[in-house]
Every structure is written in structure tokens, then in C-alpha cells.
């Protein structure tokens, strides 16, 4: 291939001097986005704390902006929605830490007799002269259970170091909302500065429908919880199940907050701790809840989200899959209020036009008179 003559006619002049500046350029790019990745790995656990406290801000923004309408110094709202929200969550856990300590006591003093219990079937149907005595000594001498003992002991000294680590990221967390929903304002006018006027009005929009589409979605699966934990409450109640308030708290909150499994493992505690009571009743229990899921899918969750904000099951699973697979367990939890908001984006900037015709028949449908 020829060269670009200059205008003497010598050739290569024209890009003389410039392969070095492009090689300068292409190494100053590369050596930046290794630096950014290297940033985005170092500080990958701020940057999901500060994303967490994002969303729980959108969430929380509406009441603030609530209590700010209504004369309220906007710090001072924010404060009192964060307390209503310590208070319910200190609340939970006493409920929750109670019960598993009351029943944890229960099953140890009946291990004893659990353990009479499996010795005399053994030793009728296998003809066996075991002793409840003789077996525990022998438990006790095996070197395979000390060895489990002694992993369960390390393995609540690694949790209780964990608990401690979920405390701090939880108060970074809430220190961080705090100062989102506090300065809102101010933070948008920090944003809206370095764009030009048309972007602007973009911008706010999208972060009014952020907003929106976030609450919506929190407040509709605090009212379904709501619902759930009354219900379940009162039914346990009736049937004579031990701690029918935290079950049904648990319930409740569980079944509507944990993403695709939250259902299943919401009711797998209030049936466990009837079947410790009454097998018959641990039916009961098993089949209330299927019901009552059925009762919610049906009836109850399509009426309350018409109002805040619907998410097709098929995006909603599919969402939880992809944050799950990108972020882990904190990803789920942030796929659903995700999905939410970019339903909603694509909504307001998607047109739809009238379908003309049955999708399953191809039935042209009957023209609707112009109003």
C-alpha cells in the first residue's frame, strides 16, 4: 500500500511523529482501566454497601418527603423513619431470638428421652440389649464426635466473628441512608449542576421514577407481609402451636422479602416446631400455608401491586437468577427493587399500541368506537 504523499512528494511525512503519541495513548488508557478494575476489586465492599444503602433510600425517601411536606425538618424525619424501622427490626429479632433459645432448651432436655426412645425400638425390633447409659459413654468416647463437637465449637466462634462484621457493614449501611434521604435534595442539586438543562429534567425524572418504583415495590410486600403474619398468627393461634406471634412475624416478613425461596422457608419453621408439639397439627399448619400461598398468588398480590408496582413472576425469577449470579446473596435480595425500576423506565419510554387481534386465534377484535 502506498504511503500519503506530503506536499514536497516526500511519502510518510504526513504521520511522522505520531505512532509514539498514539502507542503513548494506548498504553495511558490500558494502564487506567487496570487501575479502575484494581479500584472496583479493593473497594468492591464499599461499593455494594453503597449501593444497598441507594435503594434502601428510594425506599425510604417517600415517607421522609412525607413528614417534610407537612412542615418537618427533613433531618428530623429522617431520624423518626429510622427509628420506627430499629424498633420493628429489634423487635423481630427478640421474638425470633427468644424462640429458638426456648426451643433449643426444649429439644436438649429431650434428648434424653429421644435417645430411651431410639434404644428400646432397637432393641425390640432388632433383638439388641442396648442401654441409653452405655451408648451416650460410647458417643461420648468416639473420636468422630469429638471431632464434631470440636467443629461445631470453632464453627460458632467464626460465626460470632461474623455477626460482628454484619453489625458494622449494617450501621455503615444505615449511616449512609441516613445521609442520602437527609440531603436528597441537596444531593440532586449537586448532580443536576454539572449537567446541562435538557439531561437535567432527564435526570430527575428517572430519579423520581427510581423512587417510586422502589417504594412501591417495598410498601406492597410490607403490606402482603402484613397480611401473612396476621393470618398465620391467628391460625397457629387456633390451633394451638407454641409462639404463634414471632412464627407468624417470620412468616410473614421471610415469605415476602427472601427472593424464590422465602415461601418454602418461611414455612418450614412453624411446621417444624408443630411437628416437635403434635404431627396431626404439623399437617394442619403445612396445609394452611399452601392454601393461604394460593390465597395470596390468586387474590390478595394481584390487588395490591395493581396499585404499587407489579413484576411479572417470570422477570422477578429471572431477576433474582441474575443478581444472584452477579452480587451473590445481597445481588438477589437488590434484583427485585431493580427490576422494578427498569420495568417502570421501559414503560414510560416504551410505546404500546392496541392489539387488533386474539393472539391465539388471530380474531380480529371488534373496532372500538373513537371517544
Given at each position: ?62 415517607p ?46 429431650a ?18 440389649d ?8 460410647q ?70 421514577l ?11 410486600r ?48 412453624p ?30 398480590s ?10 411479572h ?59
Amino acid at each position: 500500500m502506498e504511503q500519503p504523499a506530503a506536499a514536497d512528494g516526500r511519502p510518510g511525512d504526513r504521520w511522522r511523529g505520531r505512532p509514539p503519541r498514539d502507542v503513548a495513548l494506548l498504553l495511558a488508557g490500558t494502564a487506567a482501566l487496570v487501575i479502575a478494575f484494581w479500584l472496583v476489586f479493593r473497594l468492591r465492599s464499599l461499593l455494594v454497601m453503597l449501593l444497598i444503602s441507594f435503594f434502601l433510600s428510594f425506599a425510604l425517601e417517600p415517607p421522609v418527603n412525607l413528614l417534610a411536606a407537612r412542615g418537618w425538618r427533613r433531618g428530623l424525619g429522617t431520624a423518626v423513619v429510622f427509628v420506627a424501622i430499629v424498633v420493628a427490626v429489634v423487635l423481630f429479632v427478640a421474638a425470633l431470638g427468644s424462640l429458638l433459645v426456648t426451643q433449643i432448651g426444649e429439644l436438649v432436655d429431650a434428648i434424653p428421652g429421644y435417645t430411651q426412645q431410639v434404644v428400646d425400638f432397637l432393641n425390640d425390633r432388632l433383638g439388641t440389649d442396648l442401654s441409653a447409659g452405655e451408648l451416650a459413654d460410647q458417643l461420648r468416647a468416639n473420636q468422630g464426635v469429638k471431632d464434631f463437637v470440636n467443629g461445631l465449637a470453632a464453627g460458632a466462634v467464626g460465626l460470632s466473628t461474623t455477626l460482628v462484621g454484619l453489625v458494622l457493614q449494617a450501621f455503615t449501611i444505615g449511616l449512609f441512608t441516613f445521609y442520602l434521604v437527609a440531603d436528597g435534595p441537596r444531593l440532586r442539586r449537586t448532580v443536576c449542576s454539572v449537567l446541562p438543562p435538557g439531561r437535567q429534567e432527564v435526570a430527575l425524572r428517572v430519579w423520581d421514577l427510581a423512587i417510586d418504583s422502589t417504594g412501591g415495590y417495598v410498601y406492597s410486600r410490607v403490606l402482603l407481609a402484613a397480611v401473612s403474619a396476621v393470618a398465620t398468627t391467628l391460625f397457629l393461634t387456633l390451633v394451638g402451636v407454641p409462639y404463634p406471634l414471632a412464627l407468624g412475624l417470620w412468616v410473614g416478613l421471610v415469605s415476602q422479602f427472601v427472593p424464590t425461596v422465602g415461601t418454602y422457608l418461611a414455612g418450614a419453621l412453624p411446621v417444624l416446631i408443630a411437628l416437635l408439639d403434635n404431627p396431626v397439627t404439623a399437617l394442619w399448619v403445612l396445609a394452611f400455608i399452601v392454601v393461604y400461598q394460593q390465597f395470596e398468588n390468586m387474590i390478595l398480590s394481584p390487588k395490591i401491586t395493581a396499585r404499587t408496582m407489579a413484576l411479572h413472576p417470570a422477570v422477578a425469577f429471572g431477576a433474582v437468577i441474575a443478581g444472584g449470579a452477579i452480587m451473590g446473596p445481597i445481588g438477589a435480595l437488590l434484583a427485585l427493587p431493580a427490576a422494578a425500576c427498569g420495568q417502570a423506565l421501559v414503560s414510560i419510554y416504551l410505546h404500546r399500541y392496541e392489539v387488533i387481534a386474539d393472539p391465539m386465534t388471530s380474531t380480529p377484535y371488534p373496532a372500538r368506537r373513537a371517544r
